[in-house]
Nanobody, 124 residues
């Protein structure tokens, strides 16, 4: 069992930066690959980024590649999402999720545990 708590969301102007954190409970954090997803009002939840157990492999959605960076610190049971050059279209609730298998890291249906989400709002 893993419990996930996101933090770091807020209101930022276009072009600005935010760093999201996702703190995990439990001693098996390093056994889980981690993903970030987002959901904007009226839209389906979409993949943003994912990182493997060791942090050696990462995936990004095309819309955020080059602007967002996912990382993890297994000693702190925390995964991060550094978001730079933010755009109004990045406005959404951002969720972190944990995945034991990681066969399809871009698919939300593969993930086993989810956080409650944190709101990111980018003003133009």
């Amino acid at each position: 069992q893993v419990q996930l708590v996101e933090s770091g969301g807020g209101l930022v102007q276009a072009g600005g930066s935010l760093r999201l954190s996702c703190a995990a409970s439990g001693r098996t954090f390093s056994s889980y690959a981690m993903g970030w997803f987002r959901q904007a009002p009226g839209k389906e939840r979409e993949f943003v980024a994912a990182i493997s157990w060791s942090g050696g492999n990462t995936y990004y959605a095309a819309s955020v590649k080059g602007r967002f960076t996912v990382s993890r610190d297994n000693a702190k049971n925390t995964v991060y999402l550094q978001m730079n050059s933010l755009k109004p279209e990045d406005t959404a609730v951002y969720y972190c999720a944990a995945d034991l298998v990681w066969e399809r890291p871009t698919s939300q249906y593969e993930y086993d545990y989810w956080g409650q989400g944190t709101q990111v709002t980018v003003s133009s």
